[in-house]
Each structure stands twice: as C-alpha cells, then as structure tokens.
C-alpha cells in the first residue's frame, strides 16, 4: 500500500503550510488516517488523526489550535493545515492509515505510511 505525502516545503515562523496525502481507496475508507512527525535525533511523534467518517479529530498537545485535520471522501486524501508555524514544528511529517475505525495516538495504531514529506520553519 503505497500513501502520497506532499506539501511540505519551506516557510517562515508564522506561516502556513497544506499538507495532503493520497490514499488507496480500498485502505483508507474505513480507517481513521493521522499524521506524525519525526524532527532530527527524536522520536516520532503524534500531530493529528481523524476517523473513518471525519466526525473524530484527536491532535498533539504542541500543535493543538494551530492545525487542522480534514478529509475528503471523494479524493481518498487527508489534509493537514498548519498555521501559525514555528521553528519547532520542522520535521519530516508522514501520514499513515490506522488498523482501525477510530485512530489513536501511538504509531503502533497505525500499519501504512507515508514516505515523509519535509517542512522547514525558518525563524
């Protein structure tokens, strides 16, 4: 199962950035989806998720009122809107498709990811 990230790139502190990614059908019409990121010599971690049916969104803690999590159906994709960007939200950013309905928040509740796309936050 292959998921397509993209959108990342570089922008200011302040800046907003749309992350989208891609996925098959068939994987992801019944599963929740999220996004994590990994900076540098750290672990990854948990940014968003939403569910099967986009009523549910979870978010981490360092990113919670600044970004948003949606899906559309018909595209098979899930968006990431990150405003109010800061030098610590750069990162390589993945999404994945969660085992289940409803996502959590640990990567272990996830079995398809994405090949990472990059976002830069210069100050």
């Known amino acids: 199962v292959q998921l397509q990230a993209s959108g990342g790139g570089l922008v200011q502190a302040g800046g907003s950035l749309r992350l989208s990614c891609a996925a098959p059908?068939?994987?992801?019409?019944?599963?929740?989806m999220g996004w994590f990121r990994q900076a540098p010599g750290k672990e990854r971690e948990f940014v968003a998720s939403i569910s099967w049916n986009g009523g549910t969104a979870l978010y981490g803690d360092n990113v919670q009122g600044r970004f948003t999590i949606s899906r559309d159906f018909a595209q098979s994709t899930a968006y990431l809107q990150m405003n109010s960007l800061k030098p610590e939200d750069a990162a390589v950013y993945y999404c994945?498709?969660?085992?289940?309905?409803?996502?959590?928040?640990?990567?272990?509740?996830?079995?398809?990811w994405g090949q990472g796309t990059l976002v830069t936050v210069s100050s």
């Open positions: 059908r068939r994987t992801s019409s019944n599963n929740a």
């Open positions: 994945a498709v969660a085992r289940r309905s409803y996502s959590g928040r640990e990567v272990t509740d996830y079995n398809y």
